[in-house]
């Protein structure tokens, strides 16, 4: 069983930087790629950000495209999420995700993710 811990969650005021980590551990940790999505109360949960493990091949969200980089650290396991000029729409509990095998269908759908971290709140003050 993958587990997913994240931290750097915070508050933080508009236009200012937060980074998210993402710490893999368990059975399995090669895991096919990693990812964030995000939820805001009583909204559906949105896709942010993902990373294929072996290739580094990146895909954002058109909201978070040229503000938010995910990278990745294969050695330690951990997967990062850098977020740049946040905005108060930012705010959200954000999910660290894994998927542990490929999978037909659109990458960004939570359904192409198979393990889910605790969730980390960023708050992003006007």
């Known amino acids: 069983q993958v587990q997913l811990v994240e931290s750097g969650g915070g508050l933080v005021q508009a236009g200012g930087s937060l980074r998210l980590s993402c710490a893999a551990s368990?059975?399995?940790?090669?895991?096919?790629?990693m990812g964030w999505f995000r939820q805001v109360p009583g909204k559906e949960r949105e896709f942010v950000a993902r990373?294929?493990?072996?290739?580094?091949?990146?895909l954002y969200a058109d909201s978070a495209k040229g503000r938010f980089t995910i990278s990745r650290d294969s050695a330690k396991n951990t997967v990062y999420l850098q977020m740049n000029s946040l905005k108060p729409e930012d705010t959200a509990v954000y999910y660290c995700?894994?998927?542990?095998?490929?999978?037909?269908?659109?990458?960004?759908?939570?359904?192409?993710?198979?393990?889910w971290g605790q969730g980390s709140q960023v708050s992003v003050s006007s």
């Open positions: 368990g059975r399995t940790v090669s895991s096919y790629a």
């Open positions: 995700v894994a998927a542990t095998s490929f999978k037909f269908g659109d990458v960004k759908s939570g359904n192409q993710y198979d393990v």
């Open positions: 990373i294929v493990r072996n290739t580094g091949s990146t």
